[in-house]
């Protein structure tokens, strides 16, 4: 086994009934890196912690973090992880500071030592004026930056993040974005499940992307940018006559399509003697596009690509600019 | 982050500090959820009045009706407070706090422990409150300091049945609602029983019932116990239902923790 690696995962598998979640699962992350787990609702993200987290049983296959096996050495595994599942877990009927003081006590704190690792999270977390009013008073930011504070408590090397910015506004988003890097400059292991595609662009060092139960590509994320092509030419096409003979004109080019907003996306490597030619082709009379966009592949595009659906419907592109001709 | 020694991490854990601290978790829940407290106290405390001032010139028990009613006033009252744990640890196991504390190596035992101690705090509060008033509205027990005690020993054997019952029923419910089903069955349980008229007053199917369910023993000790009625096998028919209703719902919920968390 490396040294290096905080998780390490080879052929998990696990069924609920007759429903397979996970088909084969492999994995690995190294120590201090952080690891994003991307995939649709129902792709098998959560089984896939709740395993690793020692919550679940696979019905197949081998997990080990922190070097020790999930289901042998379960009771040593926990004394090094925490999770921080996709609802808060702390109690609404206690105070910031009195949930964190429990969590001390939990990991075997005493007295004043208790005191001491609840009121250096709370400071942390910016929670400190908080501290003292019960939890359900918190807004959904607060809860999770507690939640997230209760989870550290243990000062554990491996933290398990379940959609950690679900259900968020985009304020408490960044906030959150900005603790979990932080926590990656900290030296501990982070392993998150997202289904925002940006989310795992911004924060992981590797992205693995699961759809059906299993592992379908894994990387860097300019490493899985680049199996779409480094850039995308929109087209958005004058109408849907026009759209279909842009379609067929694109043939395997187009990496998308959006029959309802007449849209098109050609790869292209960017450069102006491709996207002149690649205009001229799909167009030569000069009349059937619109406008057109010139932008990085996202990570949207990678996940269309691998997996011939989008990861998360409504979920918007970000536009970098429009020209019209 | 510094990297606590590994030796210092791997330490055995501390079953019963992890318990003393669900403990007092549980409790605190419990002195800040007012309403159900309030509840608890107020609802038992009604159906005393109810039953004294409204039914009890009607019903012909040998004694006065205050006298004959508050022992299944009590453990009414205590069927309902200990109910309350089913939906702690429903809201428990809904919520995912239970992962959290899975993830820690917190066991099942000590957070259900947790609820159950809350719960026999609870009860205490509860009864003490339903005691005073009953004292002022003109019960005279007849208890020595021997009987008191046997008193107290019967109730919290009662309310360990009861609270386990419902710690078990709480890991069964999928919603803090369906969890709350249990107080029902529980408020219903003493009227087919001794608690409020004398068995042979009721339709003759129903005595085989009312003599051989748990509550009738219970009821006839602690009325014995207080009052000075004669107790006859009731002592150890309550202790024997009261200590396999704890055996039985605890293993239940350890079979059902288990599975729940599979």
Known sequence: MAVDLAIEVAGLEKSFGAVSVLSGVDLTVRRGSVFALLGPNGSGKTTTVRILATLSRADAGVARVAGLDVVHDRHRVRRRISLTGQYAAIDGLQTGEENLRMMAWLCGLRGRQASERAGELLDRFGLADAGRRRVKTYSGGMRRRLDLAASLVGRPSVIFLDEPTTGLDVRSRQAMWEVVTDLAGSGVTVFLTTQYLEEADRLADRVAVLDGGRVIAEGTSAELKARVAGYLLDLTAVDATAFGELVRAAGGRAASTDPAALNLGVTTDGTAPDVRALLGELDPAGERIGHFTIRTATLDDVFITLTGHAAEPGHTRPTEETVHV | ?262
Do not use: K
């Open chain 2, 1 to 262: 982050m510094s990297e606590p020694a590994l030796a210092e991490r791997d330490r055995p854990r501390s079953p019963t500090g992890d318990t003393l601290t669900m403990v007092r978790r549980s409790v605190r829940l419990s002195s800040r959820n007012l309403e159900a407290m309030l509840t608890s106290v107020m609802l038992p405390a009604m159906i005393m009045l109810l039953f004294v001032y409204l039914f009890g010139g009607a019903i012909e028990t040998g004694t006065a009706y205050l006298t004959y009613v508050l022992p299944g006033v009590l453990i009414l009252c205590m069927g309902f407070v200990s109910a309350q744990t089913a939906v702690s640890v429903t809201q428990d196991m809904e919520e995912g706090i239970i992962d959290r504390f899975r993830s820690m190596d917190v066991s099942g035992a000590a957070v259900l422990g947790g609820h159950v101690a809350a719960s026999a705090v609870r009860n205490t509060v509860a009864t003490v409150i339903l005691l005073l008033i009953a004292v002022l509205i003109g019960f005279r027990p007849t208890a020595g300091p021997v009987e008191w005690l046997g008193a107290i020993g019967t109730l919290l054997l009662f309310v360990l049945a009861m609270s386990w019952l419902a710690a078990a029923f709480g890991l069964l419910a999928r919603t803090p609602e369906g969890a709350n089903g249990f107080a029902f069955f529980v408020m219903f349980l003493p009227y087919p029983s001794s608690a409020f008229v004398p068995i042979e007053t009721m339709p003759g199917w129903l005595h085989g019932f009312a003599r051989n369910q748990p509550v009738t023993p219970v009821i006839e000790t602690l009325r014995g116990l207080l009052t000075g009625t004669p107790i006859g096998n009731s002592a150890w028919l309550a202790a024997g239902w009261c200590a396999g209703l704890v055996l039985v719902s605890t293993v239940l919920a350890a079979v059902l923790f288990r599975r729940r968390t599979a």
